[in-house]
């Protein structure tokens, strides 16, 4: 809205041909619908007068964790100094917020079933990425600010990268208590088996070639030895099924990786070895 001085009152300017009402961008950039008085914030309009939207955001983002959470008409958390909301939805901080803690969770999951860690710092890198030049780059050919896009961008591809980390994470976790954790000689080998079979492979110890660059091969490979027992053993103790499929016959010396997990895999209730 565009206020103006009349006789030292300071009034709602509604002159249409005033520079100020020109500019249908106003505040936070959003866009001032001139007849309605209303901010339009892409999937439904803002009333500045009384803090709130007029219609109510969809059933999806009702939070029972927050005070606010069960207030559809809410804007912003009833902080439009702070925050900002450019897509109707939520603000941008509570994006942010859930995607953080989805890609905590993303990352302890894997990390606890042996998977590989480089992928999920990269999906959710490109994520946030591509959603914020995509944000940026609409937002700039629509109103001509790209960093408002940009930052808005940001927020929603953390979210969903953070989402769909944690989806992923937890289809594998699924997946290993149902079908089990392969194990054998030969982990090129092992994974073709484990792909036919619907079981998980678990990935060696992450910084093994730094480790090895620093401290001599011979102490990553007992750290990396350790590092793996401790994980069949973790298998172990949540009664995972372990599917061992055994030597590599192609071979003519044998892996000092599968000894131990052939060893401290002995006599488990839930071993099923593959000839």
């Given amino acids: 809205m565009v206020w103006k001085y009349n006789n030292g009152t300071l009034v709602l300017d509604t002159d249409n041909t005033s520079i100020g009402n020109r500019n249908p961008f106003r505040y936070k950039s959003y866009y001032l619908d001139i007849e309605s008085r209303l901010y339009y914030l892409n999937s439904r309009y803002y009333n500045p007068r009384i803090g709130r939207f007029i219609t109510i955001d969809s059933i999806d983002y009702i939070d029972e964790s927050s005070i606010y959470g069960y207030n559809l008409y809410c804007y912003c958390g009833n902080n439009p100094v702070m925050y900002v909301d450019t897509s109707g939805h939520m603000p941008e901080w509570a994006m942010w917020l859930i995607g953080g803690v989805a890609f905590a969770g993303a990352i302890a999951l894997t990390a606890l079933t042996g998977g590989a860690l480089a992928p999920v710092f990269i999906g959710m890198g490109a994520s946030i990425a591509t959603s914020a030049i995509i944000g940026g780059t609409v937002s700039?050919?629509?109103?001509?600010?790209?960093?408002?896009?940009?930052?808005?961008?940001?927020?929603?591809?953390?979210?969903?990268?953070?989402?769909?980390?944690?989806?992923?994470?937890?289809?594998?976790?699924?997946?290993?208590?149902?079908?089990?954790?392969?194990?054998?000689?030969?982990?090129?080998?092992?994974?073709?088996?484990?792909?036919?079979?619907?079981?998980?492979?678990?990935?060696?110890?992450?910084?093994?070639?730094?480790?090895?660059?620093?401290?001599?091969?011979?102490?990553?490979?007992?750290?990396?030895?350790?590092?793996?027992?401790?994980?069949?053993?973790?298998?172990?103790?949540?009664?995972?099924?372990?599917?061992?499929?055994?030597?590599?016959?192609?071979?003519?010396?044998?892996?000092?990786?599968?000894?131990?997990?052939?060893?401290?895999?002995?006599?488990?209730?839930?071993?099923?070895?593959?000839?």
């Fill in 140 to 275: 700039y050919f629509k109103e001509g600010d790209f960093w408002s896009g940009f930052s808005h961008g940001a927020a929603e591809g953390a979210m969903w990268g953070g989402i769909f980390a944690l989806g992923g994470a937890v289809l594998r976790t699924v997946k290993m208590f149902k079908n089990g954790v392969a194990i054998g000689e030969n982990m090129k080998r092992v994974e073709k088996l484990a792909k036919c079979g619907g079981q998980i492979t678990y990935k060696g110890m992450p910084g093994y070639k730094i480790i090895s660059k620093i401290g001599g091969d011979n102490l990553a490979r007992q750290l990396s030895i350790e590092h793996n027992k401790r994980f069949i053993e973790r298998m172990m103790n949540w009664g995972v099924k372990l599917v061992d499929y055994g030597i590599d016959a192609s071979r003519d010396y044998r892996s000092f990786y599968y000894l131990m997990e052939a060893i401290v895999s002995n006599g488990y209730e839930f071993l099923q070895i593959m000839l």
